[in-house]
């Protein structure tokens, strides 16, 4: 099956079975590897994306079902002022986390601060509650979505001026 559809703002157009699994298609024929698939039940959050704006579990999406679709993954995503805020709101809190769920954690935390710009805890838990590592640190995790909720208060401060 032919599916066309934008990749992290580039056309693309690929010939697959259509019922591949999104997060398979992503790195085996594109070669994005930061989307990963731990579970492949929607347990984990590691193969977290953007579909048409809206975060997705792709190892839950048939290839099909992409077809004139916006997907943007952590590739595309890393070079936004939006990962960027939560790249710094992370590092201040001195929080990393691993490669492996590094992508989802980045991805909810972008559409919790989309929708609410001043979450509480109870909000935060609740968004990161679909991304499931052993590197989670609770608290370092909240520290960081704080200073991220400030670094982009900033910058649409900055660009407002």
Same mark, same amino acid.
């Given at each position: 099956m032919n599916i066309s559809f934008t990749l992290n703002g580039e056309e693309a157009a690929i010939d697959?079975? @259509?019922?591949?699994? =999104?997060?398979? =298609?992503?790195?085996e024929d594109f070669g994005l590897l930061g989307t990963k698939c731990g579970c492949y039940a929607g347990y984990c959050g590691t193969c977290i994306l953007l579909l048409n704006n809206v975060i997705v579990l792709s190892c839950l999406i048939p290839a099909f079902a992409v077809k004139g679709s916006r997907i943007v993954t952590i590739e595309g995503f890393s070079k936004t002022d939006e990962y960027a805020d939560i790249r710094k709101g992370f590092k201040k809190a001195k929080y990393q986390p691993?490669?492996?769920?590094?992508?989802?954690?980045?991805?909810?935390?972008? $559409?919790? =601060?989309?929708?609410n710009p001043? @979450?509480?805890?109870?909000?935060?838990?609740?968004?990161?509650?679909?991304?499931?590592?052993?590197?989670?640190?609770?608290?370092?995790? =909240?520290?960081?979505?704080?200073? $991220?909720?400030?670094?982009?208060?900033?910058?649409?401060?900055a660009q407002k001026t």
């Open positions: 697959t079975f @259509p019922d591949k699994r =999104l997060a398979d =298609l992503i790195r691993c490669e492996y769920c590094a992508a989802g954690k980045y991805f909810s935390v972008y $559409a919790l =601060l989309e929708t001043h @979450p509480t805890e109870r909000e935060v838990f609740d968004a990161l509650s679909g991304n499931r590592c052993r590197c989670d640190d609770i608290h370092s995790i =909240l520290k960081g979505v704080h200073f $991220a909720t400030i670094a982009r208060r900033a910058r649409n401060y």
